[in-house]
């Protein structure tokens, strides 16, 4: 596609109630990243994949998150039992190359999730 | 710890000149990144520096010094749209970017 994609743009869930988060990066790009931002602050780490290897899952903050990329292109990031804390952006960006390498990367417009 | 440190907030009129500084801490370095982030939007690529010295794209300029931990980003002949939160980020040894929390650039006529 043209650009990093991702769905819902907006998303209001129940405390207690699993969510799902899908990124569509741009077309033949290698890695791919989750951040979240919280109001006001920069974004923050959550996991890495280069194709359908998640080379980084350092930044998840619980076991209730979790990322997936199986054939190499679309990701989906999945909370379960959601928490109030919870509610922030999800930035989805992907890259042409490896984390290494120099490539600009291209941030999606994220999810905004609110849990309430 | 690792650490970007930039101003929260920055005003400055339109068709000036304005410089927003990034200094950071971080364990190794492999770049620099400035990033535009308009409200409800996703951040967009500005610049990017790995050696020292002054990067120019049009009104943008970046500028880096590995040895002082510090970069800055000058926007020249401000225009209203210019109004974001500008991000600073850095990758560090282990090729993971280290944002700072973003620099708001209020534009006044």
């Known amino acids: 596609g043209a650009g990093v994609s991702q769905s819902p743009r907006y998303k209001v869930a129940k405390r207690g109630q699993d969510v799902a988060l899908r990124c569509d990066p741009i077309?033949?790009?290698?890695?791919l990243f989750w951040y979240q931002q919280a109001l006001g602050q920069g974004p923050e780490f959550l996991t890495y994949?280069?194709?359908?290897?998640?080379?980084?899952k350092s930044g998840l903050p619980s076991d209730r998150f979790f990322a997936e990329r199986p054939e190499g292109s679309v990701s989906t990031l999945k909370i379960q039992r959601t928490q109030q804390e919870d509610s922030a952006v999800y930035l989805c960006?992907?890259?042409?190359?490896?984390?290494?390498?120099?490539?600009?990367?291209?941030f999606g417009e994220g999810s905004w999730l609110t849990v309430v | 710890g690792q650490n970007i440190d930039q101003p929260t907030e920055m005003t400055a009129t339109e068709g000036a000149i304005v410089q927003i500084n990034c200094t950071y801490q971080?364990?190794?370095?492999?770049?620099l990144f400035w990033y535009q982030q308009h409200a409800g939007e996703a951040p967009t690529f500005l610049s990017y520096?790995?050696l020292d010295g002054l990067e120019e794209k049009g009104r943008f300029s970046s500028f880096l010094s590995r040895s002082k931990g510090y970069s800055y980003l000058l926007l020249k002949e401000l225009q209203m749209k210019d109004s974001a939160s500008y991000l600073c980020?850095?990758?560090?040894?282990?090729?993971?970017?280290?944002w700072g929390a973003g620099t708001k650039l209020i534009i006044k006529p």
């Open positions: 960006a992907s890259s042409l190359a490896t984390q290494d390498s120099g490539n600009t990367i291209y």
């Open positions: 077309s033949g790009h290698v890695s």
């Open positions: 994949f280069q194709n359908e290897a998640q080379l980084d």
């Open positions: 971080t364990s190794g370095f492999n770049g």
């Open positions: 520096n790995v």
């Open positions: 980020a850095v990758r560090d040894s282990n090729y993971q970017l280290i």
